[in-house]
């Protein structure tokens, strides 16, 4: 997973465990809600500063809706999740300010294959301390993913 933000490109490689409630919130004709945590562990790769790690949790909501015919669902997700990171430099003029950030995700992707072991998305997320204290950058995370349950 590759990340930039102006002129720094810091690269992610992360492990994400989840587990989804099994009943869904809310259940339609086409679609239903699920809910879905997930618990990460991610090592930043940054060229200009220390490469620094992050272990977060976000709870998921998951709007997805199956495809008659295709043995495929598609879905939009979406997160506020809490991190911290092991510290805050990701160049020689970026700081964070703050270890602990907040993460906000949007997601939409396809499942298929059997019990929809496989999974393909596009994430983006953004990590921001919210103000806890100035100055506050933010840093933002475009993700091609690929997920295969267990």
């Known amino acids: 997973m590759t990340a930039g933000s102006g002129t720094q490109q810091v690269r992610k490689l992360g492990l994400v465990l989840g587990w989804t409630r099994p009943d869904p919130l809310w259940q339609g004709r086409q679609w239903r809600l699920l ?34 015919g295709a043995r495929a669902t598609f879905f939009v997700e979406g997160a506020i999740g809490a991190r911290l990171l092991s510290h805050t430099r990701v160049s020689n003029d970026r700081d964070l300010s703050t ?41 933002n995370f475009w993700q091609l993913y690929y997920r295969y349950r267990f």
Request: hydrophobic content about 40%.
């Open 35 to 68: 809910l879905r945590h997930e618990a990460e562990l991610a090592a930043w790769r940054v060229p200009q500063a220390r490469d620094l790690v992050e272990l977060g949790y976000s709870p998921v909501l998951r709007l997805e809706r199956t495809l008659e």
């Open 99 to 139: 270890a602990f950030q907040f993460s906000d995700e949007l997601r939409a992707g396809w499942t298929w294959g059997d019990q929809g072991r496989h999974t393909a998305g596009l994430r983006f997320q953004h990590l921001s301390n919210l103000g806890i204290k100035e100055p506050n950058p933010g840093i």
